[in-house]
């Protein structure tokens, strides 16, 4: 099969908007692989922080991107190891996040991972997750999803997650760590976070997961019936 024959499906939005759990989900249902690009994104981050690199030495941070030793899954679903170290919780923290949307702003960091986020494209299909999936790394793919929601709902929505993991909280902060994420993201010159011109919009603030899921389900079943 050439490689552009490979359906792709893209699910981008703002963090706290359910795209995870939804690309999860779907690529589940059909059997596709799955692209979880913020992964990449906050593993450089966190790789950047290790190794001490300063935020403004792009072609260091670059050069990490390029050589990064990534593996996806070995210690189970969902997992990421770092040269042979587990880093999963870690890429989920404060400071995971915080890298991950720094060095994503660095055009030279954003090249350096693209490949990778090719090669993620295998038969039978792919579901990748992110910002810029259906704008820029995917822009043929069918259906392009962008999820969206109030940033209210999505501060609510991670306070209750970390609630129900036992950590403790603060609303405000939450909301104001998702503004600041939100407004970084949106407002770089390279990749900025928006829906493409193709893409289907759907706003969860008021749905369920089921729902969501209903109605993308339904779109991409269209779309890969389609001649
Ligand atoms: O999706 P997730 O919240 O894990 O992404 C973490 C950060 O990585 C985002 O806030 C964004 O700055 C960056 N990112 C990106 N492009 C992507 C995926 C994530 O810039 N395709």
Redesign the pocket.
Known sequence: MNNIDIPVITI?G??GTG??TVATALAARLGFHLL???????VL?VAVAHASIDLQDHEAIAQLARGLDIRFGQEGPGSVALAGTDISLEIRTDLG?DM??RV??IPAA?EALMDRQLAFRQPPGLVA?????GTV?FPAANPKIYLTASVEERAQRRYKQLLDKGIDAILRDLLQDLSE?DE??SERSI?P?KPADDAIVIDTTHLNEVEVMAQVMDLVQKALSAP
Do not use: E, I, N, Q
Not at 129 to 133: E, F, I, V
């Open positions: 981008d703002p963090s795209k995870g979880d690009s913020g992964a990449l994104y906050r981050g996040s991950a949307s994503g702003a954003r997750d992110g910002r810029d999936m790394v994420r970084r993201d990749s976070l």
